[in-house]
T-cell receptor, first 113, second 109 residues
Framework: ETGVTQSPTHLIKTRGQQVTLRCSSQSGHNTVSWYQQALGQGPQFIFQYYREEENGRGNFPPRFSGLQFPNYSSELNVNALELDDSALYLC????????????FGPGTRLTVT | RKEVEQDPGPFNVPEGATVAFNCTYSNSASQSFFWYRQDCRKEPKLLMSVYSSGNEDGRFTAQLNRASQYISLLIRDSKLSDSATYLCVVKAAGNKLTFGGGTRVLVKP
């Protein structure tokens, strides 16, 4: 076990709704990265948070946003959900912003209908 | 062209055999390279980093070819428990890890 936890484990939402996913990083880690993994594909980088600031972003629209809290836990918010947002959302924690290794949580499986 | 490309497989491997597969990357400025393993419906976990001179970790050997921009993973004496998806991961400058689509390996008795 990595010590990275995510909630909820599964979620079903309707197109157009908003969703918030949560991640608690491993103890001592100050950086959280979020990834989207569609079925049969590798994880795609959404963004990274370091010391409560966004520190890099992938090719995702602004309706994907996030937060990091003083305890380094993090939230991923997705507005105006689309069917293609259905995926496994993974968060990964690390120490520092240029990690050699990231520790992944078990993920939240989001289904948009 | 995708930044990191992998043969999706599956590679069907008899138990005890050797299997090898590659991953190509497009960004010549890439600095760090890794292999992650992902079991079905589980999160990715670091298998090994890939160093310029190549490196070995037990039955696993990773190689980097910067000139041709690919990395490879070789698994010797395959075990049933090696069945998984192997994700090639590349990091350029900064903090973004770029994952390939994964290569699925199935080890059969």
């Amino acid at each position: 076990e990595t010590g990275v936890t995510q909630s909820p484990t599964h979620l079903i939402k309707t197109r157009g709704q908003q969703v918030t996913l949560r991640c608690s990083s491993q103890s001592g880690h100050n950086t959280v990265s979020w990834y989207q993994q569609a079925l049969g594909q590798g994880p795609q980088f959404i963004f990274q948070y370091y010391r409560e600031e966004e520190n890099g972003r992938g090719n995702f629209p602004p309706r994907f946003s996030g937060l990091q809290f003083p305890n380094y836990s993090s939230e991923l918010n997705v507005n105006a959900l689309e069917l293609d947002d259905s995926a496994l959302y993974l968060c990964a924690s690390s120490l520092g912003t240029s990690p050699g290794e990231q520790y992944f949580g078990p993920g939240t499986r989001l289904t948009v209908t | 062209r995708k930044e990191v490309e992998q043969d999706p497989g599956p590679f069907n491997v008899p138990e005890g055999a050797t299997v090898a597969f590659n991953c190509t990357y497009s960004n010549s400025a890439s600095q760090s390279f890794f292999w992650y393993r992902q079991d079905c419906r589980k999160e990715p976990k670091l298998l090994m980093s890939v160093y310029s001179s190549g490196n070995e970790d037990g039955r696993f050997t990773a190689q980097l070819n910067r000139a041709s921009q690919y990395i490879s993973l070789l698994i010797r004496d395959s075990k049933l428990s090696d069945s998984a998806t192997y994700l090639c991961v590349v990091k350029a400058a900064g903090n973004k890890l770029t994952f390939g689509g994964g290569t699925r390996v199935l080890v059969k008795p």
